[in-house]
């Protein structure tokens, strides 16, 4: 083992610092927490930008046909069973006993768990790797049966599944590798390594897609290599940095180290801890699977309409609502253990301001510059005026539910801070519930659209329940000048609301498409008069935005 290991405490307390050092300087945990959340939500950034590029590409490139609905089926297969398991169950339950080990064991007992845990996941991944190349056609049925409509897009979702569907086991292990490197506060790499895939994306349909076409080989099929390449590399960019700090895996992966894996108390733990944060992700994505099996029967294109308008969408969620969680998080837990109530409330009085007054212009804007911002991004290439339509009312779908899923954000780490992990679960399944039955309203009046629609309606109602929940435990207590507060920011919404819809029917957007770099800074100069407007106006009418922040 290495020295750096060695260094390390064994007792490990808010962003990451041992015990020891946060008596010396309380300020500590607070310095290192807002750095590690800089360096994550920067590098979350760089990932949906490099994300957005690779929509860009792969829209303008293939548009929105039976082939582009195939790769996206495809593709989301093992990014479903990535978030169920890698992203999701795994890392929920393997980074707390990891954390626990080293404080209460040392590093040589942490090392050992480490060990066994990553021989049984190689074996686990074999396993559910062969079956699932070996059942695609099965998973694909089950995903959207309704590509069958088209035959060779079902066909096509089922060899590029095969293709694709090892890039689970490389992500799995990329999930065990960050669990270690986030416990001995290396966040950068973890972070990081979505990029990599956006990147090799971006090259597979810039570069390879033509080639292939060259080869007599379907082109798409190049974006399927890409996910391949990408999974390798994410995995690669780990192993340095394991290995700098001397916890790369040892493997045994004969009957013996299945045995000992089996019979570690930290690997039967983590499995124990598995089941419930299974319950809990499992839920969006069972929404996610039922929705892409709904818009596979609906007309082609359905899917990647879908897919482009949910790109998109990520970009104000995961701006603000992941940045707002991982800045809250560790905080509310922290107060919360520390019994203080005040300072638990205050934290989440906050994250609920900003979430008001970031979130509901952003909100505004997708509605209303809805057809300026899609025409603006995907009009080029093989992406036509009608994929441009179809992606608008499906985004306006989505767009209406951003306040929701902005505040789930914040709301969902008030109950997790008092270790209470079912009340947002219960509340998830019931919104679940009637999700599904708004898409027998929604859908058949809406088409694709409608499966957006239901996701926006669902999550608003998702925060509410969750706010109210709060509320009436008594967790959290508003503080004074709300009123005052929410008037400021629904009138500068309202003034920002009227720009916008002046901007969206002044100039047709969609008809600017042999003027790509006009439209482009006729959208950046709206953008910035929209900013001007809106934080302006708030600061006419007397809110500071900066103390805000500062608060």
Known sequence: MSRDVAAKPAIIGPGGLCKSELRKDPTLGAVSL?????????????SRITGLARELLIASTFGASALTDAFNVAFRIPNLLRRLFAEGAFSQAFVPVLAACLAEHGEEATKRLIDRVASLLVWALLLTCVLGVAGAPVLVWMMASGLKQSPSGFEAAVFMTRWMFPYIGFMSLVALSAGILNTWRRFAVPAATPVLLNVVMIAAAWWGAPWFKTLGIEPIYA????????????????????????????LTLGPSGVRQALGDTGTRRIAALMLPALLGVSVAQISLLINTQIASHLQVGSVSWLSFADRLMEFPTAMLGVALGVVLMPQLAAARAADEPDKYSAMLDWGLRLVLALGLPSAVALLLLTEPLVATLYHYGAFEARDVAMT??????YGLGLLGLVAIKVLAPGFYANQDIKTPV??????????????????????????????????????????LGLLQRGSYRPEAGWLRFAGQVVLAS????????ACAHGWDWTAMRSQPWARLGLLAAVLAGSALIYFGTLRLAGLNFRRLLGR
């Not at 608008?392 to 779908?397: C, D, E, K, S």
């Open 34 to 46: 807002i750095k590690s959340a800089s360096i994550v939500s920067a590098l979350t950034l760089a």
């Open 223 to 250: 974006l399927a290599g890409g996910v391949m390449l990408g999974g390798a590399l994410q995995l690669a960019v780990q192993i340095p940095a394991l290995l700098k700090l001397g916890l790369l895996p040892s």
């Open 392 to 397: 608008t009312i499906a985004l306006r779908g």
């Open 426 to 467: 219960k509340i998830a399944v019931a919104v679940l519930v009637i999700t599904q039955l708004l898409n027998l309203v929604f859908v058949p009046w809406l088409a694709h659209a409608g499966l957006a629609l239901s996701i926006g309606v669902g999550a608003l109602l998702n925060a509410l329940w969750l706010l």
């Open 494 to 501: 309202a003034l920002l609301g009227l720009f916008l819809a």
